[in-house]
């Protein structure tokens, strides 16, 4: 299996890239501007076994020669200009998230790729309440309030047509708060002021209110690479949900770790319908996640401790990772 991911230079991509790596595929990343994300997540000789290439994903040129170069015959596609950045550039926004989009499909049409795994987002449905239901089907209706999710809605009509026009094998996925080391954009932002509270400093937490959905990134990456390996599944987005829990739970949890924790909240909700059901995806891919709330805020704290010098977190309260 030879694998191009665009974006792969990012957050999630890294993750993904390093699984694949270990499993002994070939890998290529495409990005525009590289992000150093990867340098931190893969070892100095599983960077050595990724071949990078700098290209604009809207660019069909740019992506056909990716592909048309390493072979590739599967593609994860996960660039996005997230909120607020996309309602402030909507320019880039449409060239991002839309026509990157539509790059990717026509490649995948014209290369007959065997699989495109791409991330769609939660943020297609709107605020909670645009919608009667709590938990929301897979089929729930959209309602996007911001310019990323109306982005993120369109890809999924426009994925639908390239799967019913041209029989192109694409699934997408809607992710939730993707967290972990190497997060610095997008919902889960409010997770590094957790994550500094453990590192002694001072944090003010937003959205304190809150219950959402924490999907740790190594759980991602495995959902990402398990899709990549499935049959054409007759559904083409499916939702996603890991572990709903309140932000105010990850800081009590966080003040377990490090007693000492200085934690406030801010009040208020981000609004979003974080309640899904992924009752479709368990019936056409099935994945249980390994990492709960409290295992992946845990790795998370261990990490930003190990950089910041500071000791690790067995030694300071003996409990064990």
């Not at 065997?114 to 938990?135: C, D, P, T």
């Not at 009040?267 to 995806?281: H, K, Q, T």
């Not at 996640?289 to 845990?298: A, H, W």
């Amino acid at each position: 299996m030879s694998v191009l991911i665009t974006g792969g230079t990012g957050f999630i991509g890294a993750y993904v890239v390093r699984r694949l790596i270990r499993e002994g595929q070939r890998v290529v990343t495409l990005d525009n501007l590289p992000s150093n994300v990867i340098h931190g997540v893969l070892a100095p000789e599983e960077l050595s076994q990724v071949s990078f290439v700098t290209g604009d994903v809207s660019s069909l040129r740019d992506v056909g020669h990716a592909i048309r170069d390493a072979q590739v015959d599967r593609v994860v596609h996960l660039p996005s200009l997230l909120h607020p950045a996309s309602d402030e550039n909507p320019p880039l926004a449409i060239r991002v998230n839309v026509q990157g989009q539509a790059t990717i499909l026509e490649a995948a049409r014209l290369f007959e790729l065997k699989k495109l795994v791409w991330a769609s987002s939660v943020v297609v449905f709107g605020s909670r309440s645009s919608h009667a239901e709590r938990v929301l089907s897979n089929d729930a209706p959209h309602h996007p309030v911001h310019l990323y999710g109306a982005t993120k809605s369109f890809d999924e009509f426009l994925t639908d047509h390239y799967v019913n026009e041209w029989d192109v094998d694409a699934l997408g996925l809607r992710f939730t708060v993707v967290y972990g080391p190497g997060r610095v954009r997008g919902a889960s932002a409010f997770v590094n002021e957790l994550v500094r509270a453990a590192l002694g400093e001072p944090a003010v937490v937003p959205f304190g209110d809150d219950v959402v959905d924490w999907q740790y990134v190594e759980d991602i990456a495995d959902l990402v690479v398990k899709c990549l390996g499935v049959p054409k599944t007759r559904t083409t987005v499916f939702n996603t949900q890991f572990d709903v829990r309140s932000i105010r739970e990850a800081g009590a949890y966080i003040r377990r770790l490090v007693p000492e924790a200085r934690i406030s909240y801010e009040p208020g909700e981000f609004g979003i319908a974080w309640e899904l059901d992924d009752s479709v995806l368990q019936a056409e891919i099935g994945f249980e996640p390994k990492f709960s709330m409290e295992r992946g805020l845990r790795k998370s704290v261990e990490h930003a401790r190990r950089e910041a010098g500071l000791p690790p977190l067995g030694s300071l309260n003996g409990e064990r990772p």
